[in-house]
């Protein structure tokens, strides 16, 4: 049995297994792929007031949303993806909307969302942007956190 073969084969056939897991991630809800969904996604950061019916005290949330934007031709685009479901979770536990946008998109202009550099992680807050996190390893550094406050890891980077 000539085992170099037999991992050459596993190695392709699990790269095409990532390949195509990406794609269809990357057609799914978690992707923005126009301008007006990606303007859709930041006025979901809007905070919101509403008035408690026995105390009658006015209350007010903060939302945030969490845009990471990538190249979607990047390996960094398609490994996002792949680990996006946890980051998803992570982001739903504290109540904050979390996408990846495709660089790609028509009419958008990067400089708007103060981004430098791709990849980055942009964090909205009543329709502003509040933090940007630039670079490939700080934006993974959040993702293999085992820390469920996505916010305040945040913060920290």
């Known amino acids: 049995m000539d085992f170099s073969k037999i991992k050459s084969k596993i190695i392709e056939t699990k790269n095409k297994a990532v390949v195509k897991s990406a794609e269809l991630l ?6 923005i792929k126009t301008l007006e969904e990606l303007n859709e ?3 979901k950061s809007k905070k919101t007031t509403f008035t408690n019916k026995e105390t009658g005290e006015l209350k007010e949330f903060n939302k945030k949303v969490i845009i990471v934007f990538g190249d979607e031709n990047s390996n960094f685009f398609k490994e996002s993806l792949l680990i996006f479901p946890i980051l998803v979770t992570k982001a739903f ?30 964090m909205f807050e ?32």
């Open 41 to 43: 996604s930041i006025k």
């Open 26 to 31: 990357g057609n799914s809800s978690f992707t």
């Open 126 to 157: 009543n329709e502003d942007v509040k933090k940007v996190i630039e670079g490939r390893e700080n934006i993974l550094k959040l993702v293999k956190s085992i820390n469920l406050d996505i916010n305040s890891e945040i913060e920290k980077i």
């Open 93 to 122: 536990y504290q109540n904050t909307t979390l996408k990846l946008a495709k660089t790609s998109i028509s009419g958008i202009n990067l400089e708007d969302y103060k981004i430098k550099e791709i990849p980055s992680l942009v």
